[in-house]
């Protein structure tokens, strides 16, 4: 167990107010200082669009007002933390991907208004792996819908698996921890854990387990691996409070990631306040 100093706390607390979002700020305030989960989500549907789905830059780096998949699994990871699942939010959320689910099971990327707003090149791709991390939340959360769920485990059939996962591979992670039934996925989802501590050493500047990428993983490793993943992030922090990110032109990041960590550091009950 690892105690955080009142300076410490804030400090990060100075840092995410001055460069975080409005969105960051609520949630820092309900998890350290007995704020309103209401009040959080009213911040969250600030992105949610008309259509259920979420868009609106809560991607940071993915502008465009469109719902898209990876907007949505970011609500989702919010609404996660919070534990915040059986609402209109949430039905509104599951209609979305059930109707942008096509035949082959995914979810077409990039949105049509995709180059009318600033984005980072990399979402000018397909982004077709999405669909494997929706589907994770969706099953955690106790959707219950065979078409969707078929639809998605006949895509994932059909997909080439790499041999060695990289960072951004992990909805193969997620999908296979919730969704996967028989024994090659079994052995696959073994197959991930495996590479757990290589994958966590060869991406300590991005704090894979507490970070909403990999923080799926925190009931599953060992208590001597979330510990040096803690060590890890503990060592990142920056005297301004924030914590240090490889993306050095893209600072939005680093209240995110700074909180996403203090957050599931509380959650795992690696630290104490």
Same mark, same amino acid.
């Given at each position: 167990?690892?105690d955080l100093s009142k300076n410490q706390i804030e ?12 969105? %960051? ?21 600030? &992105? ?9 830059? *809560?991607? #940071? ?7 898209? $998949? +990876?907007?949505?699994?970011? $609500?989702? @990871? ?18 979305? +991907? ?5 035949? %082959? ?9 995709? @180059? ?39 895509? =994932? ?6 041999? %060695? ?6 909805? &193969?992670?997620? &999908?296979?921890? @919730? ?12 197959? +991930? ?13 991005? =704090? #894979? ?5 990999? @923080?799926? $993983? ?26 240090? +990110? *490889? &993306? ?25 306040f």
């Amino acid at each position: 167990m690892i105690d955080l100093s009142k300076n410490q706390i804030e400090k990060i607390k100075d840092f995410i107010f001055k460069t975080g979002r409005l969105l %960051e700020r609520k949630l820092f305030s309900f998890f350290f200082e007995n704020g309103s989960k209401d009040v959080v989500i009213k911040a969250l549907v600030a &992105y949610q669009n008309s259509d259920g789905g979420f868009g609106n830059g *809560i991607e #940071p780096d993915l502008l465009c007002p469109d719902s898209t $998949a +990876i907007g949505t699994e970011t $609500a989702m @990871y919010i609404l996660d933390l919070i534990d915040y699942v059986d609402s209109k939010i949430t039905d509104q959320l599951f209609n979305w +991907i059930l109707e942008e689910q096509n035949e %082959e099971g995914y979810i077409r990327h990039p949105p049509k208004n995709l @180059y009318n707003y600033p984005f980072q090149e990399w979402w000018s791709g397909p982004d077709d792996l999405r669909i494997f991390a929706l589907s994770g939340f969706l099953k955690k959360w106790g959707l219950k819908d065979d078409t969707f769920f078929k639809k998605v485990k006949d895509f =994932y059939s059909n997909s080439s698996l790499p041999k %060695e996962f990289k960072f951004y591979e992990y909805p &193969y992670f997620t &999908y296979l921890k @919730y969704l996967g039934e028989n024994k090659e996925e079994k052995k696959m989802l073994q197959h +991930i854990i495996s590479q757990l501590p290589s994958i966590f050493e060869n991406n300590k500047e991005h =704090y #894979p387990l507490f970070g909403r990428h990999w @923080y799926h $993983a925190l009931d599953i490793v060992d208590k001597k691996v979330i510990e040096n993943e803690a060590d890890n992030f503990f060592n990142g922090l920056q005297d301004d409070g924030g914590l240090k +990110i *490889i &993306y050095q032109n893209f600072p939005w990041w680093r209240p995110i990631w700074t909180l996403d960590g203090l957050i599931l550091l509380k959650k795992s009950g690696t630290i104490e306040f």
